[in-house]
């Protein structure tokens, strides 16, 4: 069985976004993965002719891409707090 570009674009996008789903404690960088994957998953829904999919799964990046912004400010103001508390000198 031979695969074309498409449907190699397809499972490409799909395994992104598996693996970067399945990483997402890991690192706020694994959820912008996903949104890239699903950025990927909704140009290959409408390459291949199936616009309903490809107007969800971009609806979902931009849902990510939201998620992404908050944690990474969540993970800013975490490290700015813990990195404040207890260091330099004391007046």
Same mark, same amino acid.
């Given at each position: 069985?031979?695969?074309?570009?498409?449907?190699?674009?397809?499972?490409?996008?799909?395994?992104?976004?598996?693996?970067?789903?399945?990483?997402?404690?890991?690192?706020?960088?694994? /959820?912008?993965?996903?949104?890239?994957?699903?950025? +990927?998953? %909704?140009?290959?829904? $409408?390459? @291949?002719?199936?616009?309903?999919? *490809?107007?969800?799964?971009?609806?979902?990046?931009? /849902?990510?891409?939201?998620?992404?912004?908050?944690? +990474?400010? %969540?993970?800013?103001? $975490?490290? @700015?707090?813990?990195?404040?508390? *207890?260091?330099?000198?004391?007046?």
């Amino acid at each position: 069985m031979q695969m074309d570009w498409l449907t190699s674009l397809g499972l490409l996008a799909v395994a992104s976004m598996l693996t970067c789903y399945a990483l997402e404690d890991c690192s706020a960088w694994c /959820v912008l993965g996903f949104t890239g994957a699903c950025a +990927l998953g %909704s140009v290959y829904g $409408f390459l @291949q002719g199936a616009w309903p999919f *490809g107007l969800v799964v971009a609806i979902w990046s931009l /849902v990510s891409l939201h998620r992404w912004r908050i944690r +990474l400010a %969540s993970n800013k103001y $975490f490290t @700015q707090q813990s990195g404040a508390v *207890g260091t330099g000198p004391s007046k």
